[in-house]
């Protein structure tokens, strides 16, 4: 993921220890830590941006009926649903939820995340990340011709509210695969921590 930027970077980074940049070269790999495991109460927390009330109900029996055949046109079968306010439509919604906490608890089990700054030289991500200011930062290209990783990033964008308040579709999408071979996406710009921690 990338971060902090309103224009995508023609570059991003990876602080890490000597040892690790090491192994990322040596073995073409990325280390993904477990998206269940990330500490930010809202980080890979889809859960927080479904908000449940009467029209969810309807809605998702709506969509049933729309699916089936019952209904041509959604509106009518919501109107229709919140008319008759059946005893089926809870039952759909409560399916429906069990299923999409199935899915969630499978997507959070099987995802992993790791982070690309979008800055070479940010003394935080140097003491968090880059061994206590001892390690390296390797350098990656965002340019889908000239890394197979580069089009692969997605931006990552900080709020200060509660994302239960921001709607859905002002979210990033954010691809989930994985290229085959770390070799393309790596350039040959790898930085020290020591001696390097301003205007490098």
């Known amino acids: 993921m990338s971060q902090d930027h309103d224009e995508p970077s023609p570059f991003l980074y990876k602080y890490t220890s000597a040892a690790r940049a090491l192994q990322i070269i040596r073995d073409s790999t990325l280390f993904l830590a477990p998206a269940a495991g990330q500490n930010d109460l809202y980080e890979f927390r889809a859960r927080s941006l479904f908000r449940l009330d009467e029209d969810t109900r309807h809605g998702i029996y709506a969509k049933g009926l729309v699916a089936t055949g ?18 089926e439509a809870r039952e759909t ?6 299923v999409l906490n199935i899915n969630l608890d499978l997507i ?6 790791t982070c690309f700054p979008s800055e070479r030289n940010n003394q935080r991500m140097w003491g968090t990340y880059g061994d206590n200011h001892a390690g390296v930062v390797i350098e990656f290209s965002t340019d889908p011709a000239l890394s197979r990783l580069g089009g692969h ?23 989930a ?6 070799q393309d996406c790596c350039t040959s710009n ?8 301003s205007g490098g």
């Open 108 to 113: 959070m089990k099987h995802s992993g995340v």
């Open 93 to 98: 919604e409560k399916k429906a939820i069990e």
């Open 153 to 175: 990033f997605g931006q990552v964008r900080y709020i200060d509210r509660n994302p239960g308040s921001v709607r859905p579709a002002s979210w990033a999408a954010i691809r």
């Open 70 to 87: 019952v209904f041509s046109d959604f509106q009518e079968a919501f109107d229709a649903s919140k008319d008759l306010d059946l005893e």
């Open 190 to 197: 790898i930085s020290t921590g020591r001696g390097k921690r």
């Open 177 to 182: 695969t994985t290229p085959t071979s770390l």
